[in-house]
């Protein structure tokens, strides 16, 4: 079963506005998790790593502002999406680490935005 | 930030045909993780491979870590029309810190 739900699945905006996607981690804690962003047809691209109780690591290229990371407990993290574009359409994808045996990440169903 | 090579881009087989795709990196990895994605939905966790020389089994899905730790294999025997999708390889140079790099993609389509 699912060990990392995100939600919603799919949102809809205005031009302008801003947008939350909640990711939680399922019967673990996740100190760390990490949001993706994925265009259609391409690979996954990481926009930040989401630490508890401390600010986020953005890569290069990736807007702070404009994608706020919020990781306030030991299950959830949240992205904020602020003043949406519609080139900010996209899949936004979480995952965290469960790490019982070994280095792996699991991934949330995915998110997608369209700002309109 | 790093992306895997990963190679073939797509594949049309026929059903019951076996497939093999790879990913190499310019980097020593100390983790590789294969997953499958389909249209609108995450990647959902294949194999994990922890160990240089490690061959691991899920089903009819069978990943090797390669022994320079530069690359890993996945094969699929036997492929059935719900393996259309696309798959990911995905490498991390730590042993902890979670910082895993993508390969491009593997679209495969099958044909009944």
């Known amino acids: 079963g699912a060990v990392v739900s995100q939600h919603p699945s799919r949102v809809i905006c205005k031009s302008g506005t801003s947008v939350k996607i909640e990711c939680r981690s399922l019967d673990f804690q996740a100190t760390t998790m990490f949001w993706y962003r994925q265009f259609p047809k391409q690979s996954l691209m990481l926009m930040a790593t989401?630490?508890?109780?401390?600010?986020?690591?953005?890569e290069q290229g990736v807007e702070k502002d404009k994608f706020l990371i919020n990781h306030a407990s030991l299950t959830l993290s949240t992205l904020t999406v602020t003043s949406a574009h519609p080139e900010d359409s996209s899949f936004y994808i979480c995952s965290a680490d469960r790490a019982l045996t070994g280095n792996t990440i699991y991934f949330g169903e995915g998110s997608w935005l369209t700002v309109v | 930030g790093q992306q895997l090579n990963q190679s073939p881009q797509s594949m049309f087989i026929q059903e019951g045909e076996d497939v093999s795709m790879n990913c190499t990196s310019s980097s020593i990895f100390n983790t590789w993780l294969w997953y499958k994605q389909d249209p609108g939905e995450g990647p959902v966790l294949l194999i994990a491979?922890?160990?240089?020389?490690e061959l691991t089994s899920n089903g009819r899905l069978t990943a090797q870590f390669g022994i320079t730790r530069k690359d890993s294999f996945l094969n699929i025997s036997a492929s059935i029309p719900s393996d259309v999708g696309i798959y990911f390889c995905?490498?991390?140079?730590?042993?902890?810190?979670?910082?895993?790099?993508f390969g491009t993609g593997t679209s495969l389509t099958v044909i009944p």
């Open positions: 989401s630490n508890e109780g401390s600010k986020a690591t953005y």
């Open positions: 491979l922890y160990k240089a020389g």
């Open positions: 995905a490498g991390s140079t730590s042993n902890t810190g979670n910082q895993f790099y």
